[in-house]
């Protein structure tokens, strides 16, 4: 599906057009449907990895065997569903990175997408296979350290980079303060002082804009900076593939600007949300009680979090809304339908050679 002007995202040997990466996620909501369906229209389809397993009451390593069980099952059918591009979104912050992300090599995805947290040592198990490794940072400061250590441990760099800014949906890289005050740095001020250090590398690092970019004009604006390419959450929420239950797609259809708000997880990081009575309850301070022989979390305290993050997330993507809260980036009240998502990608594209074509003439 790659229209005549619109730039492909080259990642090494890997070409994504429209240059766009479905953004990975979790619990359950980019999984094989979803992922599929974008990997078939040129874009990149990732699989969110966390939460695959419902059932947090297990003894720990035998919940850890069904994790990555459940992974390898989950890729190999995604991949047989599609011939595009499949990836995996790995977050540092969970229990079993490691053997997640060691399985997610031994199926070959095309890409391993891995941030909350700093995955300072995601190359460790690569040994020499070409599955394209994906930092997410929110920092340069973040961006230079993976540089360095990867290359001085692994003697490797980042194969592309997300930059994820503040209006991304799910977990942050920004203090809840910093999020609430609004004084952290613009995603246009981060992505621009990424790509300097980026283009410094040869061959250049492919830079990858991240959080609130919702059309085709929001595309060609990173395209425009200099990225390479863009990963987009929200919107491929209200497509008939997304993996969450018809309650999720609504109440991003539903939302309206002020329900969008900030919460504290206990993965230990703010995370954007839509306001319903559930967030009410949890913001004023009301804890749920909950057993857990699984820390499925390594930032996690079960004695002390004031709800199982997974169990809540869990019931988001099974449509228990008043139990639950909804991931959502900050132009989640902009959705208004639910369509496939070819018809998504086409839209997003059209808009782009739009954009793309306008620019040109005005450069003229
Ligand atoms: C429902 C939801 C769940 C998410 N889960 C994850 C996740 O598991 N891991 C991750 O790295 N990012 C996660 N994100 C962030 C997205 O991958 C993406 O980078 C971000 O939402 C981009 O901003 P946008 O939603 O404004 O397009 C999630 C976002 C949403 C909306």
């Known amino acids: 599906m790659c229209r005549k002007n619109v730039p492909v995202l080259k990642i090494g040997n890997l070409e994504i057009c429209p240059p766009i990466i479905q953004g990975g996620m979790a619990v359950k909501i980019s999984e094989i449907n979803l992922a599929s369906a974008v990997a078939d229209t040129g874009c990149a389809g990732i699989i969110a990895v966390a939460g695959l397993v419902e059932d947090v009451n297990f003894f ?10 459940e992974l390898r099952k989950t890729i190999r059918q995604a991949r047989k569903n599609t011939k595009g591009i499949i990836g995996v979104n790995i977050m540092v912050a ?9 399985t997610a090599i031994e199926e070959d995805v095309d890409m391993i997408i891995s941030g ?25 400061r973040t961006f230079n350290m993976i540089c360095k250590r990867w290359q001085k441990r692994y003697n490797k760099l980042p194969d592309a980079v997300v930059v994820e800014g503040p209006k991304a949906g799910g977990h942050l890289g920004y203090t809840y303060e910093s999020l609430e005050e609004n004084t952290t740095q613009t995603l246009d001020e981060i992505v621009t002082e990424v790509i300097l250090a980026a283009n410094a590398f040869k061959p250049k690092i492919p830079v990858i804009a991240a959080g609130g970019i919702f059309d085709g004009k929001d595309i060609a604006h990173f395209l425009k900076m ?139």
Do not use: W
């Open 94 to 102: 969970l229990s079993n990175y490691d053997d997640l992300v060691k």
């Open 226 to 364: 200099g990225a390479a390419g863009v990963q987009m959450g929200t919107r491929f929420v209200c497509t008939d593939e997304c993996d969450a239950h018809i309650n999720f797609k609504m109440a991003y259809i539903n939302a309206k600007p002020g329900d969008i708000t900030i919460i504290k997880s206990p993965v230990g990081l703010p995370g954007r949300v839509i306001k319903n009575k559930f967030v009410e309850k949890i913001q004023s301070g009301k804890t749920i009680p909950f057993n857990c022989r699984y820390k499925c979390l390594k930032s996690c305290n079960p004695k002390e979090a004031p709800y199982c993050i997974a169990k809540v997330l869990t019931n988001a993507q099974i449509g228990k809304m008043d139990e639950c809260f909804a991931f959502a980036g900050s132009n989640a009240y902009k959705c208004t339908e639910i369509i496939p998502v070819k018809e998504l990608v086409e839209k997003l594209s059209e808009e782009l050679a739009i954009e793309i074509e306008h620019q040109s003439h005005t450069l003229a």
């Open 60 to 69: 720990s390593k035998e919940l850890e065997k069904r994790n990555a069980d």
């Open 116 to 140: 909350a947290g700093l995955p300072m040592n995601l190359p460790k198990d690569l040994n020499g296979k070409d599955v394209k490794l994906i930092p997410i940072v929110s920092s340069v």
